[in-house]
């Protein structure tokens, strides 16, 4: 009875043992979760999906959220998500920087060379825009932008419009994808348009494009496109806050991969991983 009973504790032991050690695993594997939200432009959909493989090779689990540029920023800064890739800095997230700032961590600096503009195809017989007041009829009076919260969208309206005259013109609120719909579209019928626009982007690969002078600068010199981190992330993950100080990108780089996901129609995932197993020696530099 006594070697039964001995037997029954050793069981009921080895129990609480084996969920104790499923417990802690779980917690491991939770800690190991880095969640990354990302706005659906271009560039942010590109970097997003190249983090989450390189993160993913590197042992961590990557889930990834699409938001807005606000819930992008305030997620991180409340601690609900890790890290996105995609702060534009100093001009077009300035507003953002001002509010959450102090609340986040700067990773590192991905691109440096960013700029925001407004984008016409190369027909349209204008350089500047300065000169967009004079053809309102040929434009319909209107630019198409891309979703009501990003940076450029705020800067088009409250400086760019009013500095140039464009007060009574109509900012179209879209998307990425539905600018770029009215794009094509407005080019197969030989039409003006004017776009929100950022380089880097892919519809400078497909399509014939130019960028209209801003001599008063109303959307900001040259930026830098920055990693930013919840506060703690680095003491968390010290081996991908070292991958995001590390990671630069140039524009063909980048380029690649939009084009990729855009142009020939792949799954962002494995865009990101093909480029990934074409540049080991790039990938190599970030991580090691």
Not at 149 to 173: C, F
Not at 203 to 231: H, Q
């Amino acid at each position: 009875m006594f070697k039964k009973l001995s037997l029954s504790i050793l069981a009921v032991l080895g129990s609480i043992i084996l969920i104790a050690g499923l417990v802690a695993g779980c917690a491991g594997e939770e800690e190991k979760t880095i969640k990354i939200p990302y706005v659906q432009w271009a560039c942010a959909e590109a970097e997003s999906h190249l983090a989450q493989v390189i993160l993913e090779d590197m042992g961590y689990n990557v889930e990834l959220s699409t938001v807005q540029a606000a819930v992008m920023w305030s997620s991180v800064a409340s601690g609900d998500t890790d890290v996105f890739t995609t702060a534009w800095l100093p001009y077009t997230h300035a507003s953002y920087w001002e509010e959450y700032g102090d609340n986040v961590e700067r990773l590192g600096t991905l691109y440096d060379e960013a700029v925001l503009a407004l984008v016409v195809p190369s027909y349209v017989t204008i350089d500047s825009i300065a000169e967009m007041q004079d053809h309102a009829s040929e434009f319909q009076s209107r630019i198409v932008g891309i979703d009501p919260g990003a940076g450029i969208m705020e800067a088009t309206r409250n400086a760019t419009m009013p500095t140039y005259g464009l007060d009574d013109w109509t900012l179209v609120e879209s998307s990425d994808a539905g600018m770029i719909s009215e794009l094509e579209r407005s080019i197969n019928n030989e039409e003006w348009i004017a776009v929100t626009g950022w380089a880097p982007h892919w519809k400078f690969f497909a399509y014939d494009l130019k960028i209209l002078e801003d001599p008063e600068e109303t959307l900001g010199g040259m930026e830098e496109i920055v990693v930013i981190g919840r506060k703690g992330f680095a003491e968390d993950f010290p081996d991908a806050a070292s991958f995001f100080q590390n990671w630069k990108l140039t524009a063909d780089q980048l380029g690649e991969v939009m084009y990729m996901i855009n142009i020939d129609n792949m799954d962002p995932l494995d865009a990101a991983r093909a480029w990934i197993e074409d540049n080991p020696d790039v990938v190599n530099s970030w991580t090691q």
